[in-house]
């Protein structure tokens, strides 16, 4: 099984805190007192059809996303400066991607050249230029991926790729050869195809366990990320990175409710 979320610390932290990523107002100050990483899988237009819709941000807001970070002072980091940035009232935001979808590099790209924020492409080696299949068996949309040549122009342009396994599998699912496999022939693929050393990592779905960690460690990679909400700090473990995941606000009629409560307890 993956390695539980939880504690007493984590689930304070998620009881201040949206769920998720909207806007900067409620993770000022705990963006200025830790490291933020941002999530996000596809950046344009979301299919009538899908059922995940939290995997999809509009073009619009996301370039409300980071201009706002921009026009607050902080600065889209180079994500291979992560554990080197202070984490005491810096003013810096690490940006990823995962999967590697096309609708990226054509609508996030540009506002992050605008604002002059660099990123990272979590790709998944073994699918360049095809779709994401893994996402068929469970009824969604696939969709397509970066090809070799707009990945070699996302590096150009001064982004950052990383390794999200050779096909996207549930790590805890596989044996533990398979499992290596995927993590460290990722790796090795994707720096023979680019040229470039991959020293970060992002678990499939979020889904490892201490064994799995263990793996990416021996490979050589220097981070790795989870689904894990939350804002890291300087005793936070390099390879189960908390991150939070940016998104439209929802819709749900719990949504609305707080919205409603919120609304009252500033008129009474």
């Not at 699918?127 to 122009?153: N, Y």
Request: charged residues 25%; proline residues 5%.
């Amino acid at each position: 099984m993956a390695k539980p979320e939880g504690g007493p610390k984590h689930e304070t932290e998620r009881s201040k805190l949206p769920p998720y990523y909207t806007k900067l107002e409620p993770f000022r100050n705990r963006l200025i007192d830790g490291t933020g990483i941002l999530t996000y899988h596809h950046v344009g237009p979301r299919p009538r059809s899908v059922r995940l819709k939290g995997l999809y941000v509009s073009s619009k807001l996301f370039e409300q996303q980071m201009r706002e970070l921009k026009g607050e002072g902080f600065v889209g980091r180079a994500y291979s400066d992560l554990r080197k940035a202070p984490y005491a009232k810096a003013r810096h935001i690490f940006i990823t991607f995962d999967d590697g979808y096309q609708d990226v590099f054509e609508n996030a790209l540009p506002i992050l050249k605008q604002c002059q924020f660099k990123a990272i492409q979590f790709l998944v080696v073994e699918l360049l230029g095809q779709t994401s299949e893994w996402q068929a068996s469970s009824g969604e949309i696939p969709g397509q991926l970066m090809d070799k040549q707009t990945v070699k122009t996302w590096i150009e342009t001064g982004n950052e790729i990383g390794s999200h396994t050779l096909r996207h599998p549930f790590l805890t699912r596989i044996s533990m050869s398979e499992a290596k496999e995927e993590i460290t022939g990722s790796k090795k693929k994707l720096e023979d195809l680019f040229g470039v050393g991959i020293q970060h990592f992002c678990y499939p779905y979020g889904d490892w366990n201490e064994a799995v960690r263990d793996l990416v460690q021996r490979a050589g990679y220097r981070t790795a990320c989870t689904t894990r909400f939350g804002i890291n700090m300087p005793q936070s473990d390099p390879y189960s990175l908390r991150r939070l995941t940016a998104r439209y606000r929802s819709r749900s009629l719990r949504a609305v409710r707080n919205w409603i409560r919120g609304l009252l307890s500033k008129t009474s």
